[in-house]
């Protein structure tokens, strides 16, 4: 059974500019969440999304956003990237939603604004 | 913002002896579960105590909770250098998981 996929595993862009990330999760999985990690902040909860529903999401301003599609896969989307968006994106997926069970992370996708 | 909080921030010890890790929540929860983290990469789930358990063994991982003081510990005995990793616990806070800051365990050899 393939683990969850993040792309791209690395990125590097300046500010201002916007960036898409992408996470298929574990087959049959529906629900997929999002974390920020930075190494001042620690891990930070972005949004989840919930059979194409976004379930709940975390305190990020407007700039960061998501969606889901039929296909359980999940892509987020930050734009006027600034210096502080650089981090490590994990994405996790579970089959039942977020808080009941265990989550499986992918290898995150570490993005570097200049 | 983080629901829980990992002590000690970093932990230090050698091949063979016991490391242990400690996690306090803040609100009440259903469950609690502890990840680890090699560096870089994306975390891996170790054990998920539920908060109607009051101990959870696996392996060389031992996971206590206490609803009352609203706290965790994740023991691991025996350690090995292959344990130096990061440790977070993890609490769903009504809807979704959050995740602590993180213990740092280096494991020497």
């Known amino acids: 059974k393939a683990g969850v996929t993040q792309t791209p595993r690395y990125l590097i862009k300046t500010r201002g500019q916007q960036v898409t990330l992408s996470c298929s999760p574990i087959s049959g999985h529906r629900s997929v969440s999002w974390y920020q990690q930075t190494p001042g902040q620690g891990l930070q909860f972005l949004f989840e999304y919930f059979s194409e529903t976004q379930r709940n999401k975390g305190n990020f301003p407007g700039r960061f956003s998501g969606r889901q599609f039929s296909n359980s896969r999940s892509e987020m989307n930050v734009s006027t990237l600034e210096l502080g968006d650089s981090a490590l994106y994990l994405c996790a997926s579970s089959f039942f939603d977020s808080n009941t069970g265990e989550l499986f992370f992918g290898e995150g996708s570490r993005l570097t604004v200049l | 913002s983080q629901q829980g909080e990992e002590d000690p921030q970093a932990l230090s010890i050698q091949e063979g002896e016991n490391a242990t890790m400690n996690c306090s929540y803040k609100?009440?929860?259903?469950?609690l579960q502890w990840y680890r983290q090699n560096s870089g990469r994306g975390l891996v789930h170790l054990i998920l105590i539920r908060s109607n358990e009051r101990e959870k063994h696996s392996g060389r991982l031992r996971v206590t909770l206490d609803t009352s003081k609203k706290s965790s510990s994740l023991l691991i005995t025996a350690s090995r250098a292959a344990d130096t990793a990061s440790y977070f616990c993890?609490?769903?806070?009504?809807?979704?998981?959050?995740f602590g800051a993180g213990t740092r365990l280096t494991v020497k050899p």
């Open positions: 993890a609490t769903d806070a009504g809807v979704d998981m959050r």
């Open positions: 609100t009440s929860i259903n469950n």
